[in-house]
């Protein structure tokens, strides 16, 4: 009950393309859902967070978009560029204590120029 | 303005090995974290503190201690390592625990268990 399962495992797009990735989770008791971007080498950061509260939330060119009938959450990227190739982590928790976060597997992301 | 600084940056150890990785922070925060990030499993929270003096155990945190006696630094050991262990090592800090305080991330070690 713990799980976040996120998809795809990998992506490669063309500069310009919108990636998409997707997550799911199982505790309908979480209500902090937040992406994270690593780039090689260091350690992640927070890219853009999201409460059940809302549907959609946008920061530039990153959007969240939050079902929470179906308890899945997923990450848009527009007009991908190359310096967006990185592995993304969604995660959850609950939003009392958001350093306990439950990570999905992460999704390695190519943008080819 | 460092801040959260993870040694070593890498480590090779034999079975049965004991070793202490340090995270020290630098932005006088209150909360802190080890996790560890295996391929195909994401990060996994190993122990926690909620402030100097404390720790409270995570997701995966049989095989490991953990100390904080400063509110700077927060030590994670390893008693007898397991080729189990072998895995990315990161550390994080937070101002508080509550949602809109993003966790800061080191850069991690990488340790291998032989």
């Known amino acids: 009950q713990q799980q976040v399962k996120q998809s795809p495992q990998s992506l490669i797009v063309q500069k310009g393309g919108i990636p998409i990735i997707n997550c799911a989770y199982e505790?309908?008791?979480?209500?902090?859902f937040p992406w994270y971007q690593q780039f090689p080498g260091k350690g992640p950061a927070l890219l853009i967070a999201?409460?059940?509260?809302?549907s959609e939330k946008k920061e530039g060119r990153f959007t969240i978009s939050f079902n929470k009938s179906a308890k899945q959450f997923s990450l848009h990227i527009m007009d991908s560029q190359p310096g967006d190739s990185a592995t993304y982590f969604c995660?959850?928790?609950?939003?009392?204590?958001?350093?306990?976060?439950?990570f999905g597997q992460g999704t390695t992301l190519q943008v080819k120029p | 303005n460092a801040g959260v600084t993870q040694t070593p940056k890498f480590r090779v150890l034999k079975t049965g090995q004991s070793m202490t990785l340090l995270c020290a922070q630098d932005?006088?925060?209150?909360?802190m974290y080890w996790y560890r990030q295996d391929p195909g499993m994401g990060l996994r929270l190993i122990h926690y503190?909620?402030?100097?003096?404390?720790?409270a155990k995570g997701e995966v945190p049989d095989g490991y201690n953990v100390s904080r006696l400063k509110k700077q630094n927060f030590l994670l050991g390893l008693e007898s390592a397991a080729p189990s262990q072998t895995s990315v090592y990161f550390c994080?800090?937070?101002?508080?625990?509550?949602?809109?305080?993003?966790?800061?991330f080191g850069n991690g070690t990488r340790l291998t268990v032989t």
């Open positions: 503190s909620v402030g100097e003096g404390t720790t």
């Open positions: 994080a800090s937070s101002s508080t625990r509550g949602a809109g305080s993003p966790l800061h």
């Open positions: 995660a959850a928790s609950l939003s009392s204590n958001t350093g306990k976060l439950i």
């Open positions: 932005m006088n925060h209150e909360y």
């Open positions: 505790n309908t008791a979480f209500d902090y």
């Open positions: 999201i409460r059940p509260d809302v």
